[in-house]
């Protein structure tokens, strides 16, 4: 832009001169340009504006042409004719059309087809009809991810499929104020990562483990498999007594506690948000405390791993002044609204 108004004022000076001066200038301009002619590259490179103002100058006066130095008028017009292209395709370009989705329902696509890869665009079209959007089949197929999306399932849906049916359990060990070690079995659903059962005892022996489980998983309630490690109290009484309930055993690989890692998460959550902060007196005492602590995590307790939701499902409660519940004598607190 500077350029232009360079010229242009450089042009309306020389209507103020004599014409011998401009000759002398030009005669100047012209070796000038001969010198540079003859130390030019193979091919200069020129801008868009350098472009248009040779167009220009050649559509007003033709027989300049003939001055041309630094490209030949051929070039010049095959640039006015790509000029010309350009100036009707940006004419003839219709403004209208089919106007654009909101954001929101774009990502919302973009999370169906991320979350169901068996999904197609009729598929997904009717999901958003059943939630109140009025939009055409093709533009959600306009819309849908189209790069990397798997044939089948992935393994972490394969493994939530199955979740339902795997059932773990572990000890651990209390210790009482008398230096009297107490055994805690804790058995876990993976599905929801419920606390289904716990019993307290000081001599856990294969027919009691036995007795808990029959407890844990009354009536059809067994599931398909039951993970544990290799400790010797599950003897060959236990594992006859899971094979009637219809359970298969699955032990882990010895010394490897991460096979049986959601269990082993439960007991570490009971140690540091219950036994680490308490004495426990007797049996009946470490059995009421953990009574208390698998209510609060079954109901209360919010879990990563499902979302941030408790195992029995806890629903949002958005009106209502918010008051602060004790639970293990204040050791923890459930927030509700009333």
Not at 89 to 102: A, E, V, Y
Not at 165 to 190: E, K, W
Not at 239 to 252: A, F, H, N
Request: charge should be positive.
């Amino acid at each position: 832009m500077i350029l232009l108004f360079r010229l242009l004022f450089a042009a309306l000076c020389n209507r103020f001169r004599s014409r011998a001066s401009l000759e002398a200038e030009v005669l100047l301009l012209r070796h000038q340009l001969g010198v540079l002619y003859r130390r030019k590259p193979k091919r200069v490179r020129l801008n868009g504006f350098d472009r248009a103002m040779l167009v220009w100058l050649l559509r007003l006066w033709p027989e300049l042409r003939k001055s041309l130095v630094i490209v030949h008028p051929e070039t010049v017009v095959r640039w006015h004719r790509m000029g010309f292209r350009a100036w009707w395709r940006w004419k003839s370009w219709n403004l209208g059309g089919r106007p654009k989705i909101d954001a929101e329902l774009r990502d919302l696509i973009h999370q169906m087809c991320e979350e169901n890869p068996l999904w197609g665009a009729p598929r997904i079209h009717g999901e958003l009809l059943k939630l109140g959007f009025e939009v055409a089949q093709s533009t959600v197929s306009k819309y849908m991810l189209r790069y990397g999306r798997p044939t089948g399932q992935s393994w972490r849906t394969f493994l939530r499929n199955h979740a339902d049916g795997v059932a773990s359990l572990d000890f651990c060990i209390v210790p009482t104020i008398g230096f009297r070690c107490l055994y805690v079995l804790v058995v876990l659903r993976h599905l929801r990562r419920r606390l289904v059962w716990f019993g307290v005892t000081a001599h856990p022996t294969a027919e009691w483990i036995s007795c808990q489980l029959r407890e844990a998983f009354p009536w059809n309630e067994a599931p398909n498999y039951l993970i544990r490690d290799n400790d010797a109290k599950f003897g060959d009484v236990f594992k006859q007594s899971i094979y009637r309930m219809g359970i298969r055993d699955r032990p882990i690989a010895p010394r490897s506690p991460w096979q049986n890692c959601y269990v082993e998460r439960v007991i570490g959550s009971i140690r540091r948000e219950l036994l680490d902060h308490v004495i426990v007196w007797s049996e009946p005492h470490l059995h009421r405390l953990l009574a208390a602590y698998q209510n609060y995590y079954n109901t209360a307790r919010t879990h990563l791993g499902i979302a941030k939701d408790p195992p029995d499902h806890r629903p949002i409660q958005a009106l209502g002044a918010i008051i602060a519940v004790p639970v293990l004598g204040g050791l923890h607190h459930r927030y509700v609204r009333i």
